[in-house]
Structure formats: structure tokens, C-alpha cells
């Protein structure tokens, strides 16, 4: 039974990983800026100002094109989390191997700072 377990998580990461990959050949091929489906920001529609992740389909087009500048210009703060998320992934897979690592990254503190810094650059970016 252990082993059927084993299968459907191996199903699951592929196919989450065939999801991620065709995400990013969207983002790739459309520039957000120009192409109509994409979706926008219904709190930059409806305020006029940036929420933490106004930006950030106009940002991920510009890295996967090697336009640093452009990325940063779009949505800094995404842009230096990006890569932070690789190692969080990493636990999140492996969490039942690490838990006490685990545990540690998902703690109070770690979440209010995270929730500190979401609420800083919201503010910061609409001054």
C-alpha cells in the first residue's frame, strides 16, 4: 500500500510540474502589458493603487526574457523572493523528513515577518 502512496504523490509533483512549465510558457510567450486575457489587479482597478503583487505578471515576462531591470522595475519585492521559494518548495516536499526544520520556518515569528514585510512594501510602494 505504501507503494501505490508513493505513485500518486510521483503523479501529483508531475503533474504540478507540467502545470508550472506551462504557466511559465504563457508568461514567456504573452506580454502581460499588451495581451487582453491576462488578468489585472481588481484592487489596482479599482483604488488606482498597487497591491504587493501589482506587477508581477509583467515582472515574471521580463526575467524569463533576461531583463533584469525591467523585472526589478515591475515588482521588486517578488523578485527578491523568488529565490527563497526554491527552498521552501524544497521543505515543503521534504517536510516529513525535516520536521523540526519544518516547523521552524512555519513558526509565528517567521509568518508575522513575512506578513511585516508583505504590508511594508504595500505601503513603501504607493508613496
Not at 509583467?58 to 527563497?84: D, S, V
Not at 517536510?95 to 509565528?108: D, E, G, I, Q
Request: with cysteine; glycine share 4%.
Amino acid at each position: 500500500m505504501k507503494k501505490t502512496g508513493n505513485v500518486k504523490k510521483s503523479i501529483v509533483y508531475i503533474a504540478l510540474l507540467i502545470a508550472v512549465a506551462l504557466i511559465a510558457a504563457v508568461y514567456f510567450t504573452f506580454d502581460p502589458s499588451t495581451t487582453r486575457f491576462m488578468p489585472r489587479c481588481l484592487f489596482h482597478e479599482l483604488t488606482g493603487w498597487q497591491c504587493p503583487g501589482c506587477g508581477s505578471q509583467r515582472m515574471l515576462h521580463a526575467l524569463f526574457h533576461g531583463n533584469l531591470p525591467e523585472a526589478w522595475n515591475y515588482n521588486a519585492f517578488l523578485l527578491c523572493i523568488i529565490p527563497l521559494l526554491i527552498p521552501m518548495v524544497w521543505l515543503e516536499i521534504n517536510r516529513n523528513k525535516y520536521p523540526s526544520l519544518y516547523m521552524r520556518v512555519h513558526s509565528l515569528p517567521v509568518t508575522i515577518t513575512a506578513v511585516g514585510a508583505i504590508i511594508a512594501w504595500w505601503i513603501l510602494r504607493n508613496l
